[in-house]
């Protein structure tokens, strides 16, 4: 869908927002109740010290989603994104301010709680009782989209009422797209089938098509993953609704057609390009976290070694890129049993091909009476996945995509568990801040599928930023 880019207008508007806020928060503070928080003397240093920190909430608004197209169209998720988004961002600023003594933003409770609840304020107003109707009113004169729906079963037919009835986003339904429908026969209301799934390329062409949505019943993870990827080579917009990737919406704010949670399955960026970003960045940040991690690296280290026999890095072969295999490393967490690994390995390869775990629902198989004391809290926390930061430096992994499997794991999948990995395994990823050891294992080669589609530098951020409170509290580790 040819969606106007109006986050960029939305950004600017609660750019100019925010920034007010923090000269509101100030004029109070100054004027109203006599507190002498900001220096005004300095204006460039002052007016500066806003701007960026008005640029830092933007930042949070995007790791929040605020900038999704959907997110407009739900008024309950959205006020507690922007909640959200103020939390976080008073915390950076109290933090700010006890650090950085430019005697402007000094370790006020008053200049920080005004600005808090008159940014929130505002940005709450601005956004839902400007912003949104904004939206909401041009998007259908602006947009007029060609769109073909592949299936023509009962989710097909859904989203066309959807769209028919309720006008929506301007959306022009061109056809569906059906193996099991003879073409020309219609399907609902005015609209017809163009022609067989094998037809697409052609009805693109024919239709000018800009958007492609997969609404298929009844179908085999294989299969659906074949007509994704017909649908990716046409170069349009591919959308997805369908009960297999139900997991995405669940865990994921994705765009939503009337209430009818859709999965974007188009490629962001060149793929080449994304590649180079990714091992720049990857190669920075693992040198300069080894080098800043050290004192921490070595108190583990040292707690590992005198808490328990063997030694302190435990390594184990891993499926990498395209099926090669390389060694990862780890801080060992568990006592030394050479039957461990045998017994996890019957256990594994039972809960990938029936998708059913044998610990109470995890996808994490564990013997937890053999990790160590310190281990649980390492693995608790995952500092002791900190090592694969010189898997990263040797190119064998990346900061963020999807966990490396075991040689038996990988013999274990189905080909289109596989795809997984196309990419270079991360150090985290999309399931393991959606709750690790909580998600099933099929749903978690979808969010992983997810990601390699939507794989984005900007992606890579906000899942590295969402690492760091899995990580502080331990959300579905074992």
């Known amino acids: 869908m040819k969606y106007p880019r109006y986050k960029y207008i939305f950004a600017l508007f609660d750019f100019g927002v925010v920034f007010s806020s923090f000269l509101i928060a100030g004029y109070v503070t100054k004027n109203i109740l006599n507190k002498k928080i900001i220096n005004f003397e300095n204006e460039f240093i002052t007016y500066l010290t806003f701007f960026i920190f008005s640029s830092v909430f933007l930042f949070l608004f995007q790791i929040n989603n605020l900038y999704k197209v959907n997110i407009f169209l739900t008024r309950a998720p959205h006020i507690t994104a922007v909640i959200k988004s103020f939390m976080y961002g008073t915390v950076l600023l109290i933090i700010f301010s006890f650090i950085i003594k430019f005697n402007l933003l000094l370790s006020s409770r008053v200049f920080v709680m005004c600005f808090f609840f008159t940014g929130l304020t505002l940005v709450s107003a601005v956004r839902l009782l400007f912003l949104k109707p904004f939206y909401m009113n041009f998007t259908k004169v602006l947009n007029n989209s060609n769109v073909v729906i592949i299936g023509a079963g009962k989710s097909g037919k859904l989203l066309a009422e959807k769209f028919i009835f309720e006008n929506f986003y301007g959306i022009k339904i061109t056809g569906f797209l059906d193996d099991k429908i003879p073409e020309g026969d219609n399907v609902f209301e005015n609209i017809n089938c163009i022609g067989s799934i094998d037809d697409l390329s052609a009805a693109v062409k024919k239709y000018k098509v800009d958007e492609v949505i997969i609404a298929i019943d009844n179908i085999s993870y294989e299969d659906l993953m074949q007509i994704i990827d017909k649908c990716i080579r046409t170069e349009k917009s591919v959308k997805l609704t369908s009960e297999l990737f139900n997991i995405v919406p669940e865990k994921i704010v994705t765009d939503s057609y009337s209430g009818i949670p859709v999965v974007d399955l188009s490629p962001r960026v060149n793929k080449n390009l994304n590649y180079f970003y990714k091992r720049i960045f990857d190669y920075s940040a693992a040198f300069f976290g080894i080098i800043i991690l050290s004192p921490l690296f ?12 063997g030694g302190i890095f435990f390594t184990q072969t891993r499926i990498g890129k395209d099926g090669k295999q390389f060694k990862l490393y780890k801080f060992r967490s568990m006592f030394v049993d050479e039957d461990e690994d045998k017994n996890r390995s019957i256990i594994m390869t039972d809960f990938i091909k029936n998708n059913k775990a044998a610990n109470g629902g995890s996808s994490k198989i564990v013997n937890e009476s053999n990790v160590t004391y310190i281990g649980k809290f390492l693995r608790k926390t995952s500092l002791d996945e900190l090592p694969q930061l010189l898997n990263v430096l040797k190119g064998e992994m990346s900061l963020v995509g999807p966990r490396p499997c075991l040689p038996y794991e990988y013999e274990s999948f ?49 899942l590295i930023f969402k690492t760091f409170p899995v990580m502080i509290f331990g959300k579905g580790a074992k």
């Open 414 to 462: 189905d080909d289109w568990h596989k795809r997984r990995h196309t990419v270079l395994p991360g150090c985290t990823g999309v399931w393991q801040v959606s709750g690790r050891s909580s998600v099933s294992f099929k749903d978690s080669v979808v969010l992983d599928l997810y990601y390699i589609n939507n794989m984005t530098p900007w992606l890579d951020l906000q």
């Open 298 to 309: 070595l108190i583990i280290s040292v707690l590992v070694k005198f808490t328990s026999k």
